[in-house]
């Protein structure tokens, strides 16, 4: 099992905390589209370390195009020399028409629409083939000498999704080289939805769980004192009650029977009570969601819902300490060799 790290930073601090990351035996390291850009993010972890696997994760896919994260996917695997993963989501509808002002489609169709469009130019690339793809959104049809970058010696990066509902997953699963499992998911969501779904797409393109990665985000509340695990506590108690509140969510709620939290966060939000949506988080709830405990507990729990399923951990620890970072790193390698 490989282990990751997100960057919740601003890009000028990247450089030291990537090469801290790398130094404390780390894997790998992700970008996220929040606050700033992704890719930013991915050039500077890749110009900064030596051997982590850098991907976003997730790049918006649809607040983008087909050719523009072409090019950005085979620039970075050729700046990183190889250890690139072009990690794409779809947002919800709301974000991508009102805050990127793109269409909106069917997303299911769309993305792999876009991630077969990707390949088709990367391929093109790579052998000097006409580029020729033609998909219900995106039409690629023509490229010329001038524009069209020289075989990559690395070869093309991988493609990880994201998804949460049973349709996404399963197109994931088909076309995809990866999943992330999203944070706000627990043993039982992995179990119910996201496997079954996973294993269908496999089944599609006549692959096995050999051939693919799943890469999961996991919700972590943790420290090295009593006041660190508490704030960390209140931070993972927060992000629950925010992802619950978020329509897409919902089948994950339903499958522990709590899907009438999704409307009563939903009518929080409309009235800004975030104070209260934090406080209405169970601990029944924050334990099914959030790995909580002290280092060397949070890292046997980690161990505990991989289950051998998971190649990739990333424990999400929303302030970046990398303190806490270096001491569940030595925790779970212990855990590993146990």
């Known amino acids: 099992m490989k282990l990751d790290s997100g960057t919740f930073i601003e890009p000028g601090s990247i450089p030291e905390m990537a090469k801290r990351i790398e130094a404390i035996g780390f894997d790998g390291i992700y970008t ?3 606050k700033n850009d992704p890719f930013i993010g991915a050039t500077i972890a890749a110009m900064s370390t030596e051997n982590l696997t850098i ?7 649809f607040a983008r195009n ?10 970075l695997q050729t700046l990183s020399k190889g250890r690139f993963v072009l990690g794409l989501g779809t947002q919800v509808k709301s974000h991508i028409e009102h805050r990127f002002s793109m269409p909106w489609g069917k997303p299911v ?6 991630v077969m469009a990707i390949r088709a130019i990367w391929n093109s690339w790579q052998t000097g083939e006409r580029l020729n793809y033609v998909g219900e959104y995106y039409h690629h049809t023509l490229m010329v000498p001038t524009f069209a970058p020289a075989p990559n010696e690395y070869g093309s990066p991988k493609i990880y999704l994201a998804g949460v509902g049973p349709k996404m997953t399963e197109m994931v699963g088909e076309v995809a080289d990866g999943y992330f499992v999203h944070p706000f998911g627990s043993k039982e969501s992995l179990d119910q939805l996201t496997m079954p779904a996973l294993s269908a797409g496999l089944k599609k393109a006549k692959k096995s769980f050999a051939d693919f990665d799943i890469a999961a985000q996991v919700m972590t509340a943790t420290g090295l004192n009593d006041q660190q695990i508490e704030e960390a506590v209140m931070s993972a108690r927060n992000q629950i009650a925010f992802y619950g509140s978020t329509p897409a969510y919902l089948p994950i709620l339903e499958v522990h029977g709590w899907g009438e939290m999704h409307l009563k966060w939903k009518q929080m939000v409309r009235e800004n009570k975030w104070g209260d949506m934090a406080a209405s988080v169970t601990d029944e709830m924050l334990n099914a ?3 909580v405990g002290s280092v060397s507990e949070v890292a046997k729990k980690i161990v505990a819902r991989s289950d051998g399923r998971l190649q990739r951990v990333s424990p999400v620890i929303y302030e970046s300490n990398i303190e806490i ?5 030595d925790a779970l390698k212990k855990e590993g060799n146990e």
């Open 32 to 34: 996220l589209e929040g």
């Open 55 to 61: 991907m976003t994760s997730i790049a918006v896919a």
């Open 66 to 75: 087909p050719m523009s994260l072409a090019y950005l996917g085979n620039d």
């Open 109 to 114: 169709t769309r993305m792999r629409d876009m």
């Open 289 to 291: 969601f959030a790995i």
């Open 325 to 329: 970072l270096a001491a569940l790193a």
